[in-house]
């Protein structure tokens, strides 16, 4: 019988993305071989040092090329030498809007062996997911400046929320909350005390979908005190829905409170599967640990795992989740950031003997 293959297209970008992303897809690539199926990678050296050459993040024609692919795995974005804001710009948030990635997905899980600097909570304590919305919202880009450079320069940015957009995301984290079987509960974000159109909008329509879903136990939260909850009671969260901003800003507060940043994975998601989904670890290029060789690779491990999950081959998902589960449990290899002194390459071979 013929083999299924996937095609994925690599972006390890910049920073540590270059030392996490390819050994996190060998990693997935011998759990397919082992599971029946392939998985095909073309790379592409997009990011800063391809804007350096070129003056741009990526190529005018990089969204056609990655159309074609089932799926991108990236690495990383950012340099020191660059503003944030054009490498953002440049290829990480065009590639989610193009690709209507509107579900950003960052599960937060507190393993056996790894202490949170919450020492109330033991391992299984936290299993979150803080499902953000991620095409609109703050992070539109709605605006512009106006007498730039000027003593009086002005600075508009418009946060921009559409029924539509609030809804399909509500939508998922219900669904999501049901396909999970755990709490059963989705928690709400807002700050409709102080913006009064955009999260007033928001609240309402959270509470005409969780009409729709009496089998899920729902909470809503202003999106201070949901900062406070997550350090103080993270374990009563099941699925957290937000806005781009806020949803960007716990799901941080999620992954320090389960050990590290490190262990952070996300998926931008087009649930409709028109384009393709992206996978990514949350942590960024830490252009401080850059080629030092002690980067975690987990979360780019768990993104790729994550990544295998949405293309329908979920039990060679569980077979990397396994095999991370039990080398943390192990404690005895581990990057720096949990306390160990392994090196990414030590953690990559680990996971390989599983």
Request: hydrophobic share 45%; charged share 20%; aromatic share 8%.
């Amino acid at each position: 019988m013929p083999t299924t293959t996937f095609s994925i297209a690599l972006i390890p970008g910049d920073g540590i993305g270059c030392e996490v992303t390819l050994p996190a897809f060998a990693i997935a690539q011998k759990t397919a071989a082992n599971s029946g199926f392939e998985l095909s990678a073309t790379s592409y050296d997009w990011g800063s040092d391809y804007y350096f050459k070129n003056g741009r993040m990526m190529p005018s024609d990089a969204i056609e090329t990655l159309r074609k692919h089932d799926a991108i795995l990236l690495g990383a974005v950012g340099h020191t030498q660059i503003p944030d804001h054009v490498t953002l710009n440049g290829l990480l948030l065009p590639i989610r809007r193009r690709f209507d990635q509107f579900a950003n997905v960052r599960p937060a899980v507190l393993y056996r062996g790894v202490p949170s600097p919450l020492k109330a909570l033991s391992a299984g304590d936290v299993d979150m997911v803080v499902v953000r919305e991620n095409t609109e919202g703050e992070y539109a880009q709605v605006g512009g400046f106006v007498h730039q450079d000027h003593d009086a320069e002005v600075a508009i940015q418009t946060a921009v929320f559409t029924r539509h957009g609030v809804e399909r995301i509500i939508r998922y984290a219900f669904e999501l909350a049901r396909a999970r079987n755990k709490k059963r509960k989705v928690a709400s974000i807002t700050k409709s005390n102080a913006q009064g159109f955009s999260m007033v909008l928001w609240d309402r329509v959270f509470q005409r979908v969780a009409g729709e879903y009496p089998d899920i136990e729902t909470e809503s939260l202003l999106v201070d005190a949901a900062a406070m909850n997550f350090v103080r009671r993270p374990q009563t969260f099941d699925v957290v829905v937000a806005s781009n901003l806020f949803g960007d800003i716990l799901s941080d507060i999620s992954a320090i409170v389960t050990g590290s940043i490190g262990l952070a994975a996300s998926a931008n998601i087009d649930p409709t599967r028109r384009f393709p989904s992206m996978f990514e670890p949350v942590h960024g290029s830490a252009p401080d640990i850059a080629g030092k060789g002690i980067a975690n690779p987990l979360a780019a491990v768990v993104s790729a795992s994550m990544m295998l999950d949405h293309l329908g081959v979920s039990q060679a998902a569980r077979k990397i989740d396994a095999a991370i589960e039990n080398l943390l449990a192990g404690e005895k290899i581990r990057t720096p950031d949990l306390g160990g002194t392994s090196s990414t390459a030590q953690v990559v071979e680990a996971l390989l003997k599983f």
